[in-house]
């Protein structure tokens, strides 16, 4: 149980970091887009915050579900 959650920490931790740091790289990028979704427009954004989003997202995702398969036993 120690372990898993110190992997869980170790995965929060990192994944916070990275958002911390796309967001200081980002603030200075002129171009910007949107995302269309079906029923609204997204404000408008650079890609590259986008893409860092993403890959942030599946870290913490890919993070947690090997955290989650961890077996118990010895």
């Not at 931790?13 to 200081?24: H, Q, R, Y």
């Amino acid at each position: 149980m120690l372990f898993r959650l110190q992997l869980l920490t170790i995965n929060i931790t990192s994944a916070i970091l990275l958002i911390f740091f796309l967001c200081l790289g980002s603030q200075n990028i002129s171009k910007k887009h949107n995302l269309n979704f079906l029923i609204n427009k997204t404000v408008a954004l650079p890609i590259g915050f986008l893409v860092g989003t993403s890959f942030t997202l599946g870290v913490i995702s890919g993070g947690l579900t090997s955290v989650l398969m961890i077996n118990d036993k010895n």
